[in-house]
């Protein structure tokens, strides 16, 4: 069946410095999503993408669906302290499909 | 615009017991999921309903487990009688087109 591996699994950073995390699965997506989660919460949308080589950004964060449509990128400008959480992807090969789920980075901020 | 909403927010049942969560969507969003979220891994879907039918309950224990959307808008999933290994977060998730789904806050259930 479809994998998502999700890296890395924590990331410990100080703040003001820069986070990257990447999803790769074993088959091809149509739509690549990036959520994160806070204790306690549910999965909130950062970013949705729904093209290959398509590059989006939300404010100090930028996504990219990678041109294999097998892999998505997650890049955190700057980090300050509310960026704490888990982040995870997300994705599915048609619209109505099922949506698999990384296993979540999850990112500590130190002042 | 108002978000997905769920209740209860948290619940503490022994095993053996029943139990049941409610699930309102987003307006107008024809798509309803239901997810289970083991502490420490990402969601894993139960069901999806397509109005108030069901498209996916592939991985849905329905021995124990079942889901309705009667009139297409709210929903409900049961667990009876529930397990220790049912302990999770329970979220409930809606979508307008298919392919972006917005969740709900969840319901962490801890079975004793």
């Known amino acids: 069946g479809q994998q998502l591996n999700q890296s890395p699994q924590s990331m410990f950073i100080q703040e003001g410095e820069d986070v990257s995390m990447n999803c790769t699965s074993s088959?091809?997506?149509?739509?690549w999503l990036w959520y994160k989660q806070d204790p306690g919460e549910g999965p909130v949308l950062l970013i949705a993408?729904?093209?290959?080589?398509e590059l989006t950004s939300n404010g100090r964060l930028t996504a990219q669906f990678g041109t294999t449509r097998k892999d998505s990128f997650l890049n955190i400008s700057a980090s300050i302290p509310s960026d704490v959480g888990i982040y995870f992807c997300?994705?599915?090969?048609?619209?109505?499909?099922?949506?698999?789920f990384g296993a979540g980075t999850q990112v500590v901020v130190t002042p | 615009e108002a978000g997905v909403a769920q209740s209860p927010r948290y619940k503490i049942i022994e095993k053996r017991q029943s139990v049941a969560f409610w699930c309102n969507p987003i307006?107008?969003?024809?798509?309803l999921y239901w997810y289970q979220q083991i502490l420490g891994q990402g969601p894993k879907l139960l069901i999806q309903?397509?109005?108030?039918?069901?498209?996916?309950d592939s991985q849905l224990p329905k021995d124990r487990f079942s889901a309705e959307r009667l009139k297409g808008v709210d929903s409900t999933l049961k667990i009876q009688p529930a397990k220790l290994e049912d302990s999770a977060v329970y979220l409930c998730?809606?979508?307008?087109?298919?392919?972006?789904?917005?969740f709900g806050p969840g319901t962490r259930l801890t079975v004793l």
């Open positions: 993408l729904y093209k290959a080589g």
């Open positions: 307006s107008g969003h024809a798509t």
């Open positions: 997300a994705g599915h090969t048609d619209s109505w499909g099922k949506l698999q």
């Open positions: 309903f397509q109005n108030n039918g069901v498209v996916d």
């Open positions: 088959s091809i997506f149509n739509t």
């Open positions: 998730a809606s979508s307008f087109s298919g392919d972006t789904q917005y």
